[in-house]
């Protein structure tokens, strides 16, 4: 068995924002299992996978030796700091930094990166100040360094799990912050192991833009109800109507919350 612990106020302030928005908390689950119920093939979930969810906030990731069985773990570092180091560097906004990274950030650099010069907004938005400009080799070399510090926290992690003893184990990456170009070979490199992107598999009906690594930890929500009869929970709204959730007391609580 292998128990995950959180932090109890952060859990019921999440449960509260969902419950505001007149919807019922069922279970609560932790986002690398459910990155991997959405982005493992049936096979890479038999033989030995770890899930590398790379998000906003924090790095989380999860070890599949078996079908059955997770091991998750978490790091605070996440795309958001690749953000803030390319704002201080490119002395811009984090806005316009968190754009700059989207379209064109990269941990390789290539012979023609010195001369391909991409527009820098000023700071204080003002329409008379012309943009700056710098080239995609420096903002590989910004990114370069934060992403290599996420990846060796991984490869620590990983060298203490039980994955450790899959020496060609595959590490498949999900999450908004994974989408950096070069990502995959860079990981390779660091955690000496295969490594590929992640995406939603086997869930038919998506829009296209559902369909990448940031939506793995959405749609395995929706694979989870039907691998949830594994584990035992108690629904809360099971627990509800213990203490009287009829209709009258529904509307009671509502009004207590929201106002």
């Given at each position: 068995?292998?128990?995950?612990?959180?932090?109890?106020?952060?859990?019921?302030?999440?449960?509260?924002?969902?419950?505001?928005?007149?919807?019922?908390?069922?279970?609560?689950?932790?986002?690398?299992?459910?990155?991997?119920?959405?982005?493992?093939?049936?096979?890479?979930?038999?033989?030995?996978?770890?899930?590398?969810?790379?998000?906003?906030?924090?790095?989380?990731?999860?070890?599949?030796?078996?079908?059955?069985?997770?091991?998750?773990?978490?790091?605070?570092?996440?795309?958001?700091?690749?953000?803030?180091?390319?704002?201080?560097?490119?002395?811009?906004?984090?806005?316009?930094?968190?754009?700059?990274?989207?379209?064109?950030?990269?941990?390789?650099?290539?012979?023609?990166?010195?001369?391909?010069?991409?527009?820098?907004?000023?700071?204080?938005?003002?329409?008379?100040?012309?943009?700056?400009f710098v080239s995609r080799a420096k903002l590989a070399r910004i990114i370069k360094p934060r992403v290599e510090e996420i990846l060796e926290m991984v490869r620590d992690r990983l060298a203490t799990s039980s994955f450790a003893a899959e020496p060609r184990g595959r590490v498949v990456l999900t999450g908004g912050a994974s989408q950096l170009t070069g990502l995959p070979e860079l990981a390779a490199r660091v955690l000496g192991r295969p490594v590929r992107i992640g995406r939603p598999l086997g869930i038919g009906g998506l829009p296209e833009e559902a369909k990448g690594p940031a939506f793995a930890v959405a749609t395995g929500l929706l694979v989870y109800p039907q691998a949830a009869h594994l584990e035992h929970f108690e629904p809360r709204r099971t627990r509800h109507s213990a203490t009287g959730g009829g209709y009258i007391a529904r509307v009671g609580r509502w009004l207590r919350e929201s106002f």
């Open positions: 068995m292998h128990v995950v612990t959180a932090d109890a106020s952060a859990a019921r302030n999440l449960m509260l924002a969902i419950e505001r928005c007149h919807l019922d908390v069922e279970a609560m689950v932790t986002s690398p299992y459910v990155a991997g119920l959405s982005a493992l093939a049936d096979d890479e979930a038999d033989l030995g996978a770890a899930v590398i969810d790379m998000g906003a906030g924090t790095t989380t990731m999860a070890v599949f030796p078996a079908a059955a069985s997770c091991t998750p773990t978490a790091s605070r570092l996440g795309g958001r700091h690749v953000t803030m180091d390319l704002a201080r560097g490119l002395n811009a906004r984090v806005a316009d930094a968190e754009r700059i990274k989207t379209l064109y950030g990269s941990v390789l650099t290539g012979a023609s990166d010195e001369r391909d010069m991409i527009a820098v907004p000023p700071v204080d938005d003002d329409e008379r100040e012309a943009p700056h």
